[in-house]
T-cell receptor, first 116, second 118 residues
Framework: DVKVTQSSRYLVKRTGEKVFLECVQD?????MFWYRQDPGLGLRLIYFSYDVKMKEKGDIPEGYSVSREKKERFSLILESASTNQTSMYLC???????????????FGDGTRLSIL | AQKITQTQPGMFVQEKEAVTLDCTYDTSDQSYGLFWYKQPSSGEMIFLIY??????QNATEGRYSLNFQKARKSANLVISASQLGDSAMYFCAMRDKRGKAAGNKLTFGGGTRVLVKP
C-alpha cells in the first residue's frame, strides 16, 4: 500500500514564524503536491513537484515556498506565517501520467495548522 | 480555466437509501477526466471512482456509480444502499492539463458533506 506521511497532525505557530510542513512518500512516485483545504473552497493546489528539484506553482502559491531535495520528500515552507494561513494542509503523491492513463493521487492524513 | 461546482454544501440521507451528489464542470478540453474522493472525519482523502470523457459506459465501483451527462457537463455520484460509514465529505475533481504537469494535477470542487442517519 502507498503510504504518504505528513510530519504533524496538528501544529500551532505564531505570526511571523517560519513554518515547515514535511511530507514523505514510500512508493517512488515522481509527482508530489501540496494542497490547502478550507470550508466551502475544497482543495486548492499550492505547489506541485514533478521531479527532484523541479517545482511548479499551483493556484495559490503566494506566501509559500517548497523544497524537494530527495524524491521521497516534499516540504512546504511558510516564510513568515500569517493568520490567514490557518488551514488544513494536505500532501499527495502520484506516478506520472503514462500513455494517457490516469494515475490516482494518494493523500496523507493532513496537518491542521493554526497561526496565532 | 477549469471549474468544478458542487452546489450541495450538505445533505442527510437515511441508512440503506440511495443518495446523489451533484457535480458540474466547465472545461474547453475535449479530453478530460473526472474523479470523486471521499474524506472521512479522520482527514484522509480516499479515491472512489474515475470517469474519462471518452468512456462509453458510466463508471461503477461497488456501491458507487457515476451518472455522467457530457452534454450537460455533469458528473453526479450515486451512492446506493447508504451505510453509516458513508458519512463524510465528498469532493468532485477534474484533471488539470495546464503547465508542465499536464494531466497530473487535479482541480477540486467545494465538497458536499453527507450525514447518514440510522
Amino acid at each position: 500500500d502507498v503510504k504518504v506521511t505528513q510530519s504533524s497532525r496538528y501544529l500551532v505557530k505564531r505570526t511571523g514564524e517560519k513554518v515547515f510542513l514535511e511530507c514523505v512518500q514510500d512508493m517512488d512516485h515522481e509527482n508530489m503536491f501540496w494542497y490547502r483545504q478550507d470550508p466551502g473552497l475544497g482543495l486548492r493546489l499550492i505547489y506541485f513537484s514533478y521531479d527532484v528539484k523541479m517545482k511548479e506553482k499551483g493556484d495559490i502559491p503566494e506566501g509559500y515556498s517548497v523544497s524537494r531535495e530527495k524524491k521521497e520528500r516534499f516540504s512546504l515552507i511558510l516564510e513568515s506565517a500569517s493568520t490567514n494561513q490557518t488551514s488544513m494542509y494536505l500532501c499527495a503523491s502520484s506516478l506520472r501520467v503514462k500513455g494517457g492513463y490516469y494515475q490516482p493521487q494518494h493523500f496523507g492524513d493532513g496537518t491542521r495548522l493554526s497561526i496565532l | 480555466a477549469q471549474k468544478i461546482t458542487q452546489t450541495q454544501p450538505g445533505m442527510f440521507v437515511q441508512e440503506k437509501e440511495a443518495v446523489t451528489l451533484d457535480c458540474t464542470y466547465d472545461t474547453s478540453d475535449q479530453s478530460y477526466g473526472l474523479f470523486w474522493y471521499k474524506q472521512p472525519s479522520s482527514g484522509e482523502m480516499i479515491f472512489l471512482i474515475y470517469q474519462g470523457s471518452y468512456d462509453e459506459q458510466n463508471a461503477t465501483e461497488g456501491r458507487y456509480s457515476l451518472n455522467f451527462q457530457k452534454a450537460r457537463k455533469s458528473a453526479n455520484l450515486v451512492i446506493s444502499a447508504s451505510q453509516l460509514g458513508d458519512s463524510a465529505m465528498y469532493f468532485c475533481a477534474m484533471r488539470d492539463k495546464r503547465g508542465k504537469a499536464a494531466g497530473n494535477k487535479l482541480t477540486f470542487g467545494g465538497g458536499t458533506r453527507v450525514l447518514v442517519k440510522p
